[in-house]
């Protein structure tokens, strides 16, 4: 079964840092490209990050870009957002999503609820 | 940027009801366009692709069209599993645009 698990979602305090991780299953990591993609609560869909299959590529959102990093590790089939300076309109719930066709997700995690506040 | 928009916002229908959505994009994306449907508290699911391929799985009440800058979403019969918020995305461009939801209820 293809499967992706979020995890390091918590409370933190504005200015803090927190590192999410994304374990994938049941498909060929390495082969395709990942998003981060977030939702605040009650609102829509944003694109946060993507990274190709090999990492060459990386994109960021212009409201997180100099702030969180994306990474992935094919050898251990994992995908990570590093995420510092964070503020309260990062507060969401953040996806870990499978990348077909150029920017076309086609598997979502269940996803990791951050919540940035004092 | 490409800028998505749905139509309606929210639509309030039956078990039964045909209904439609509304998704355009502020300049012309192809068919590069998927439908995603996504229940409260829970992620959101591919439902189609490439404006109009159902994606494995997905029943064949749901259909879509479209090319260039207008598309729609189109379930024949809705169902009780139906009632959920759907989103169209554009996916040109490694962002991949998602448009603001049209979230389905019970009238």
């Known amino acids: 079964e293809v499967q992706l698990v979020e995890s390091g979602g918590g409370l933190v305090k504005p200015g803090g840092s927190l590192r999410l991780s994304c374990a994938a299953s049941?498909?060929?990591?390495?082969?395709?490209?990942m998003n981060w993609v977030r939702q605040a609560p009650g609102k829509g869909l944003e694109w946060v990050s993507s990274?190709?299959?090999?990492?060459?590529?990386?994109y960021y959102a212009d409201s997180v870009k100099g702030r969180f990093t994306i990474s992935r590790d094919n050898a251990k089939n994992s995908l990570s957002l590093q995420m510092n300076s964070l503020r309260g309109d990062d507060t969401a719930v953040y996806y870990c999503?499978?990348?077909?066709?150029?920017?076309?997700?086609?598997?979502w995690g269940q996803g990791t609820m951050v919540t940035v506040s004092s | 940027d490409i800028q998505m928009t749905q139509s309606p916002s929210t639509l309030s229908a039956s078990v039964g009801d045909r209904l439609t959505i509304t998704c355009r994009a502020s300049?012309?994306?192809?068919?590069?366009l998927a439908w995603h449907q996504q229940k409260p508290g829970k992620a959101p699911k591919l439902l189609i692709y490439?404006?109009?391929s159902l994606e494995s799985g997905v029943p064949s009440r749901f259909s879509g069209s479209g090319s260039g800058t207008e598309f729609t979403l189109t379930i024949s019969s809705l169902q009780p599993d139906d009632f959920a918020t759907y989103y169209c995305?554009?996916?040109?461009?490694?962002?991949?645009?998602f448009g603001p939801g049209t979230k389905v209820d019970i009238k």
């Open positions: 999503a499978r990348v077909r066709n150029t920017a076309m997700i086609d598997i």
């Open positions: 049941g498909f060929t990591f390495s082969s395709y490209p």
């Open positions: 990274i190709s299959s090999s990492s060459s590529y990386i």
């Open positions: 300049q012309s994306i192809g068919n590069w």
């Open positions: 490439r404006a109009s």
């Open positions: 995305q554009q996916y040109t461009t490694y962002s991949g645009t």
